[in-house]
């Protein structure tokens, strides 16, 4: 069964360093989404990604975080000098359209120390 | 703006008892919802759906959820448990037209023997 893929499972780094978490969408899927889980809190949206732009943001996604399809299969998100409040889960997603459901990969998680 | 609420952070049930998780959404458009299921140290799995139709929805392993417009409420039920159902389970909206999900804060089910 196809699944989203993400790498690293786990990555510590030191705070200011900058960090790219690499994930693998389902083929034939369009849209990309990228959301995040603080500890004991809510899993929230961080950005969607549609046609090689993207399509909608949240306020957490500031000038610090980018996104990119590099190729026909990754998709990544970076975040520019990371700082402590970013330690968190953060999931991949894809679907095959905007309105259909979203496929969430195993997540990375990212601790800032 | 959505909003979801699950009003139960924990819900501990014995194996073989019912159980029914409870969500509450808040929205001034039409919405889809969505339970997702997260086993330990795995991702999101989607467990079902409402997009429009019976508003009974039936969804992977014995899971079910009913939409209910006048209350603004997805509950999850499911009348067995079993042992390997213990997970934290997310209640999610996402506007119609749009493609962020939207996610509650989560319920941690601990299934006992």
């Known amino acids: 069964e196809p699944e989203v893929t993400q790498t690293p499972s786990h990555q510590v780094t030191q705070m200011g360093q900058e960090v790219i978490l690499r994930c693998v969408p389902i083929?034939?899927?369009?849209?990309f989404y990228w959301y995040r889980q603080i500890l004991g809190q809510k899993v929230e949206f961080l950005v969607s990604?549609?046609?090689?732009?993207?399509?909608?943001k949240s306020e957490i996604f500031d000038d610090q975080f980018s996104v990119e399809r590099p190729d026909g299969s990754n998709f990544t998100l970076k975040i520019r000098s990371t700082k402590l409040e970013d330690s968190a889960m953060y999931f991949c997603?894809?679907?095959?359209?905007?309105?259909?459901?979203?496929?969430f990969g195993q997540g990375t998680r990212l601790t800032v120390v | 703006a959505q909003s979801v609420t699950q009003l139960d952070s924990q819900v501990p049930v014995f194996e073989e008892a019912p159980v029914e998780l409870r969500c509450n959404y808040s929205?001034?458009?039409?919405?889809?919802l969505f339970w997702y299921v997260q086993y330990p140290n795995q991702g999101l799995q989607l467990l079902l759906k409402y997009l429009s139709g019976s508003t009974l929805v039936k969804g992977i392993n014995g899971f079910e959820a009913e939409f209910n417009k006048s209350q603004t409420s997805f509950h999850l039920r499911k009348p067995s448990v079993h042992i390997s159902d213990t997970a934290e389970y997310f209640c999610a909206v996402k506007k119609a037209a749009g493609n962020k999900l939207t996610f509650g804060g989560g319920t941690r089910v601990l299934v006992k023997p």
């Open positions: 929205s001034s458009v039409s919405v889809y």
């Open positions: 990604f549609y046609n090689n732009e993207i399509s909608e």
């Open positions: 083929s034939n899927h369009l849209y």
């Open positions: 997603a894809s679907s095959t359209q905007g309105d259909t459901e979203a496929f």
